[in-house]
């Protein structure tokens, strides 16, 4: 079956291969770095919290490209757009690789963040056109595989690369990938015949709101933490920046003839219900991919690689369900598909938030395996249904939106996790210390017990005693961190349990699609 673009007969599959070349390669760099960064801190000379700017850059021009495609498609062309946004990840994942200091590598990957951040949506709305109505499913089951995978599976290829070679080699993979998406565009993607190109005058006022509103969102959001949140001037000045000028681009894009952004599609009620449960989505799919890693790390000890490993059977879950969600999307309808998922991605995290200290691979398995499948589920049914009633016309506008509010909604969700992360180990604790005295049986016997055990290795009485202390209160500190991740896995799974009425407002039936697809 061959899609028309253009006048130009092309296979469906060769279009999928085609975009979803670029849009792996953009959503695996969104995780890829993370395991990099503290050889990146050794070799740059950097500070902790410098360090993380690497990360950050790339999310903040992430963000604020993502709403602004199809202002860039109308006026460039797709195809265009397409090309450049390839062009700019490659040569700037070149720099990234070459950076001389830490200043240089932030501004490359700001650059790699605003060409990956665009192949994304133009990813999904290229697919929707390209798979005929009936086959909507199966185009976000192909969407799917780069935008949730490529995050699942960059730490592990990530940590590979890091302890075999070294960390530039993290953004010189890209190169060869990028030069092939390249020639495969320029051979067989074509702008659809409806997409008509306008140098209207550019909505700079909505255009400014927009950066100064999501860049600072972000930067609350991948800051706040550190900065202790609103005990900080710095983040409560951001934060009120954000709102203000949140809400001015709301109001300008409403009020113009022609918006950056055209927020007017969120009219469409399946649409809209769709954008927020992919948001809701996005908190726990990013707050898990944030959580696991840290469990499996700092509390258990695992090496980067091997973390990344035992994450696995989530990753080969989520591969294996989203081809099949895509097929059963027209016999079951959205509703059944995403009501299932989330149910069982809920039962998934409370069997997390019921794991103890002494958890093994296969502790972990199968509540991997459930959460892998359910998210699989969630992500390819939600997207068809999302954009099932959106016009052809709407597609790139629609795809930025449901995009950027996914990206931002998961940055709030690792926010959320880590503040709740750091307060829950802080009152665990304190509720801990309690029933941890000298005076216990149980601390006592402890106590004499590791004491007995340092003297008998040659140390004086006070030493092995001061020893066996600390042993203790690390312990307490693993206990406590321990209940702080089963409470914030018990707060996943009453969010999935809450998105459930919201499943009600989308669209029952067939994947129709809003675009109008000619086959041979």
Same mark, same amino acid.
């Given at each position: ?13 060769? #279009? ?7 849009? +792996? ?19 740059? =000379? ?8 690497? *990360? ?8 604020? #490209? ?19 946004? @390839? ?38 709305? #290229? ?27 960059? %730490?592990?290829?990530? =940590? ?74 710095? #983040? ?35 649409? *809209?219900?769709?954008? +927020?449960?992919?948001?809701?989505? =996005? ?83 199968? %509540? ?12 390819? *049914? ?53 029933? +941890? ?54 707060? @996943? ?7 459930? %009425? ?19």
């Amino acid at each position: 079956m061959r899609t028309e673009q253009h006048g130009i007969g092309v296979n469906k599959w060769i #279009i999928a291969i085609t975009v979803m070349t670029g849009t +792996v390669m953009s959503a695996l760099d969104t995780s890829i770095v993370n395991v990099a960064l503290p050889y990146m801190r050794g070799n740059l =000379g950097a500070s902790v919290e410098e360090i993380t700017w690497v *990360a950050t850059g790339y999310m903040l021009s992430n963000v604020i #490209i993502m709403p602004l495609i199809a202002m860039l498609s109308t006026r460039y062309g797709r195809k265009r757009m397409y090309v450049a946004s @390839v062009v700019l990840f490659t040569v700037s994942s070149f720099l990234c690789a070459m950076s001389w200091d830490l200043t240089s590598l932030v501004v490359f990957r700001i650059l790699q963040g605003a060409g990956g951040g665009a192949l994304i949506p133009l990813s999904q709305a #290229i697919l929707r056109e390209s798979f005929p109505p009936e086959e909507q499913g199966i185009a976000m089951g192909v969407y799917g595989f780069g935008v949730v995978l490529g995050p699942a599976f960059g %730490p592990t290829i990530g =940590g590979w690369l890091t302890d075999n070679f070294s960390w530039p080699w993290i953004f010189y993979i890209n190169i060869p990938i990028g030069i092939l998406n390249l020639l495969l565009v320029a051979r067989f993607l074509h702008d659809p015949p409806y997409l008509k190109r306008e140098k209207a005058k550019i909505d700079f006022p909505g255009l400014w709101l927009l950066i100064a509103g999501l860049g600072s969102l972000q930067m609350v959001l991948e800051k706040g933490e550190q900065q202790d949140w609103f005990a900080s001037y710095f #983040i409560t000045y951001l934060a009120a920046a954000s709102i203000i000028a949140l809400l001015l681009f709301v109001w300008r894009e409403l009020s113009t003839d022609k918006p950056a952004v055209d927020l007017r599609v969120l009219k469409n009620l399946p649409f *809209a219900s769709g954008t +927020v449960l992919g948001g809701l989505l =996005g908190i726990g799919l990013y707050g898990s991919l944030f959580l696991l890693p840290f469990f499996l790390q700092q509390l258990l000890g695992y090496p980067a690689f091997d973390s990344g490993l035992v994450l696995m059977p989530r990753s080969l879950a989520m591969a294996i369900m989203m081809p099949i969600a895509g097929r059963l999307y027209n016999r079951l309808g959205p509703k059944i598909i995403i009501g299932g998922g989330l149910i069982i991605t809920a039962f998934a995290f409370w069997q997390l938030s019921r794991l103890s200290l002494n958890v093994g691979f296969w502790d972990l398995f199968l %509540p991997q395996c459930l959460q892998g499948g359910g998210f699989g589920m969630i992500f390819v *049914a939600l997207s068809t249904a999302a954009l099932s009633a959106i016009k052809r016309d709407e597609m790139n506008q629609a795809t930025g939106i449901y995009n950027v509010v996914r990206q931002v909604f998961g940055s709030i969700g690792i926010a959320i996790a880590a503040t709740e992360l750091t307060r829950g180990q802080n009152v665990f604790r304190a509720g801990l210390v309690k029933y +941890v005295t000298p005076y216990t049986s149980n601390s006592s016997n402890f106590i004499r017990v590791m004491t007995g055990a340092m003297m008998s290795r040659g140390a004086d009485p006070a030493t092995a005693r001061y020893k066996a202390m600390g042993i203790l209160n690390n312990q307490l500190e693993r206990q406590a961190g321990m209940l702080s991740y089963n409470h914030v896995f018990w707060l @996943v799974t009453v969010l999935f349990i809450l998105s459930l %009425p919201l499943v009600l407002l989308l669209r029952e039936g067939r994947a129709e699609g809003g675009s109008e697809i000619m086959i041979d």
